[in-house]
């Protein structure tokens, strides 16, 4: 039997090099990619920056959600990763500890995050491995309600280019129809969130839908100043529930307009048929004179 001498250069020679490198890449990537991106719990840090900093601190005392220092003192560390992972089915079951948050952060409930597994492991290493973290404090110039009601409204542009608040939300006074009905009304928002945690809120957007609308779209000192004085004003002249009795108005008016024409079909509708009907006999009969 004759055999033949292999060579690399050859197709099948080539075809095993890059079989070959892949094998590397792949190995190299899942040996040692976790080493690439840092510690576990700087990776965890990462997320919390992403998803939790806009309410919460760690040692910084409470803004929009409870000071997480000493979380693991107060609560098993179970219901924290749980807590992480599906807050709106903890409320929903009514868990007493739930619960009992949202009444004492006046009925702020904490967003799902949609967070992996792994993901939420990984922000509680890094809550366990923290003894302090406060976020820098903001110093914000002199707010316009004027300017935050336009900022709102998008009568006038936000300076990074994020959509205007009101394509979402609602604040009593508003218009005639008020704002978007996607988010929650904002009418209260001073109230619920107090003045740190508005301006948390707005200098680290981390809500599910908001953070994917405002990623790279920061909003400037000014204009955060700008809402919250809006957010104030709104807060002491507003009303809640402007959208929802929009919407009603909305589909009452729909309604009221199908009924309008539908009485005009039924009232002008058999008559035009009558009329299409004697031209056609009109018609026939002129046809066949002609024909005779």
């Known amino acids: 039997m004759e055999v ?20 590397v890449t792949l190995v190299g990537y899942f040996v040692f990619g976790l080493s690439f991106s840092g510690s576990p719990a700087e990776t965890g840090r990462t997320l919390f920056d992403e998803n939790c900093q806009s309410c919460h601190t760690f040692g910084g005392g409470e803004i929009v959600g409870p000071d997480l220092q000493g979380i693991f003192d107060r609560r098993e560390r179970e219901w924290v990763a749980r807590f992480i992972t599906s807050p709106d089915w903890m409320i929903a079951e009514g868990d007493p500890v739930a619960m009992e948050l949202l009444i004492e952060f006046n009925g702020v409930e904490m967003p ?24 820098a404090v903001l110093e914000l110039p002199r707010g316009s309600a004027g300017r935050g009601e336009s900022l709102f409204t998008g009568d006038q542009l936000l300076e990074a280019g994020g959509t205007p608040c009101m394509a979402c939300h609602t604040v009593g006074g508003i218009g005639e129809y008020g704002g978007g009905t996607l988010g929650p009304d904002l009418t209260r928002a001073y109230e619920r969130y107090g003045e740190p945690g508005l301006t948390s809120v707005m200098q680290n957007i981390s809500f599910p839908a908001m953070k994917y609308v405002y990623g790279g779209k920061n909003l400037s000192g000014q204009e955060i100043a700008d809402l919250l004085a809006f957010f104030i004003e709104a807060d002491t002249a507003g009303d809640e529930g402007m959208a929802d009795q929009a919407t009603g108005l909305f589909w009452m008016s729909g309604i009221g307009g199908a009924v309008v024409l539908f009485g005009f079909m039924a009232l002008f509708w058999p008559r035009q048929s009558k009329n299409q009907i ?15």
């Open 4 to 23: 033949k001498d292999f060579s690399w250069n050859s197709l099948a020679g080539r075809m095993l090099l890059v079989v070959f490198f892949s094998l």
């Open 112 to 135: 799902n995050q949609a967070l992996a597994e792994a993901d939420v492991e990984l922000i509680m290493l890094f809550l366990e491995s923290q003894d302090s973290l406060t976020q």
């Open 278 to 292: 004697e031209r056609l006999r009109i018609k026939a009969e002129t046809a066949s004179k002609g024909k005779l």
